[in-house]
């Protein structure tokens, strides 16, 4: 089934002159095409739809996060523990704090950085918006920066003019589970003396050169939400090695509080941004299928490399060494093509599909606020915002609903 996508002719050509459909798609389908067909087989259907998305969550999980509540010992605990120790070790770093979501990570580790007025961070102009509210809500200001139409994510050829004297860090996004340039990114940051934030909200087994996403910044934030591809139901997590860092965070979510002269106390103004134990024990056994998942998610993406030949929709580039956690399978529409006519076209079929991410300096907020010539200045962003659609991508799908999600799209015009 996949050997036939690589040596069939590419219908589409890309727009970034890369090379062909079959060398953009190369890597992931050469290293995991022999993806074995993982199903969940206890996870009920609530509805008839083909969904954008649906955690994997197994009646064994939900047993776990119910002994934690018989126990009563619901507050952040051993289990939220485990997971941490669970998560550092699987992304190659000293240390992970849960947090309550993935903006609550970022959040975090602004604050643990000591950003706030007067600094600048740098972003990509197309993610979700926590991405640049996180830098709002410490009082520092986004500095857009635009995207790789290819990959949507921040094209490092455009941050170095981004930077100025007030830039404290840059805080790129791997955008849908794709790692970004990092490395480019790292470079740029350490000839500038800046910090790298990682946004890896969408990201969690993500790698760039066998290495992972989250273990390449300073610091970096995964999210826990539903949508992403493990879940505690909301949920986050901070990595870093710096342990000054991770402790502030250890503060930070807890109301401020931290040992001095080894008594504990309120040393700083602190947050309640703790994960309940109960959502640790939900979230601990989906650590363990991870990678199984992550394969079977990639087996999913090349179903639908193989079967989307509609001659206007674009399939995401993966370039060489990225290995994609298809947290989202993000395509592109042609610009002649109405995307909310494909959506109500999918929605007659059963599925749902709806826009990735936002252009950020579009939304009403920041239009206002910084009033930025978005068409001009962000033009990949403003078009990935408004051609960009998300295809149903989850463990809890069927190869047979894929390639019928597939189909439908080629039938549409
Ligand atoms: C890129 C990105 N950053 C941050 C977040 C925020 O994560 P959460 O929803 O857990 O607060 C998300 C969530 O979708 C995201 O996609």
């Known amino acids: 089934m996949v050997s036939s996508v690589l040596t069939r002719r590419a219908p589409h050509v890309f727009n970034d002159a890369t090379g062909s459909r079959e060398e953009q798609f190369a890597p992931f389908m050469r290293t995991q095409s022999a993806a074995p067909a993982l199903r969940s087989l206890d996870v ?3 509805d008839s739809m083909i969904p954008l998305s649906r955690p994997n969550i197994l009646e064994s999980d939900i ?24 998560v550092a070790q699987y992304v190659g770093v000293a240390e992970a704090k849960a947090v309550s979501s993935g903006t609550a990570a970022l959040h975090l580790a602004l604050l643990a950085l000591d950003i706030g007025p007067g600094d600048e961070v ?25 995207i790789d139409a290819a990959t949507f994510n921040i094209d490092p050829e455009q941050i170095e003019a981004a930077i100025s004297p007030q830039t404290r860090a840059i805080m790129p996004v791997h955008q849908f589970g794709l790692a970004c340039d990092i490395e480019r990114v790292v470079g740029i940051a350490t000839r500038h003396n800046v910090t790298v934030i990682e946004d890896a909200a969408c990201a969690i087994g993500a790698s760039s050169g066998g290495r992972m996403a989250g273990s390449f910044g300073t610091v970096a934030c995964f999210s ?13 997590l901070v990595v870093s090695n710096d342990a000054t860092l991770t402790a502030s965070i250890d503060a930070l979510r807890n109301h401020g509080i931290e040992e001095l002269n080894g008594t504990k106390t309120f040393s700083r103004v602190g947050y309640n941004y703790r994960l309940t134990d109960f959502q640790g024990a939900l979230a601990l056994p989906q650590m363990t299928r991870l990678e199984a998942g992550l394969t079977y998610r990639a087996h999913l993406a090349n179903v639908y490399a193989e079967h989307v030949v509609h001659p206007s929709v674009a399939l995401p580039s993966v370039r060489a060494g990225k290995r994609h956690a298809w947290q989202t399978f993000h395509v592109l529409l042609d610009d002649d093509i109405e995307r909310a006519h494909v959506i109500d076209h999918l929605r007659a079929s059963g599925i749902q599909a709806g826009p990735g991410a936002q252009c950020i300096p579009e939304q009403h907020y920041y239009r206002e606020k910084y009033a930025l010539d978005v068409a001009v200045q962000f033009p990949n962003a403003h078009r990935a915002y408004h051609q960009g659609l998300a295809l149903p991508m989850a463990e809890t799908l069927t190869v047979e609903e894929v390639a019928y999600v597939a189909s439908r799209l080629n039938e549409y015009g």
């Open 63 to 86: 047993e776990r996060a119910c002994e934690v509540l018989r126990t009563g010992q619901l507050v952040q605990g051993q289990h939220v523990r485990l997971l941490e120790e669970h």
């Open 122 to 146: 740098i972003v990509p102009a197309f993610s979700f918006v926590a991405t640049a509210n996180v830098v709002e809500l410490v009082g520092a200001t986004p500095v857009f920066v635009d």
């Open 224 to 236: 826990l939400h539903p949508r992403k591809v493990i879940t505690s139901g909301e949920g986050g």
């Open 44 to 46: 009920v259907r609530v």
